[in-house]
């Protein structure tokens, strides 16, 4: 069973960037697509972004397109989220996962406990 971590979330206001990174534990990683995702209180989970196992293909949430980016180095068994222009409505849990392509919960079975990302006005 793989593991995964989360890390790099904090307090910044608006307008600033942070990197989150997800470390997995099982070195197959590299041949899992990668996602992230993120939950606000009282909100269901909703698909931020997903990579290819070779980084050929990235998809993006409509909320987030043109300010985050996905990343992978599969030699790390790391995956990292690049969010710049941070509004208050990305205040959010995020959570990576590993699966298959796709924006749904569903597509992805094996989920990290997830970091906090805080945006103040």
């Known amino acids: 069973q793989v593991q995964l971590v989360e890390s790099g979330g904090g307090l910044v206001q608006a307008g600033a960037s942070l990197r989150l990174s997800c470390l997995a534990s099982?070195?197959?990683?590299?041949?899992?697509?990668m996602g992230w995702f993120r939950q606000a209180p009282g909100k269901e989970r909703e698909f931020v972004a997903a990579?290819?196992?070779?980084?050929?293909?990235?998809i993006y949430g409509d909320s987030v397109k043109g300010r985050f980016t996905i990343s992978r180095d599969n030699a790390k068994s790391t995956g990292y989220l690049q969010m710049n222009s941070l509004k208050p409505e990305d205040t959010a849990v995020y959570f990576c996962?590993?699966?298959?392509?796709?924006?749904?919960?569903?597509?992805?079975?094996?989920w990290g406990q997830g970091t906090q990302v805080t945006v103040s006005s």
């Open positions: 996962a590993l699966g298959t392509f796709g924006t749904q919960v569903s597509d992805f079975r094996s």
């Open positions: 990579i290819t196992w070779n980084g050929a293909m990235a």
């Open positions: 099982r070195r197959t990683f590299s041949r899992d697509v």
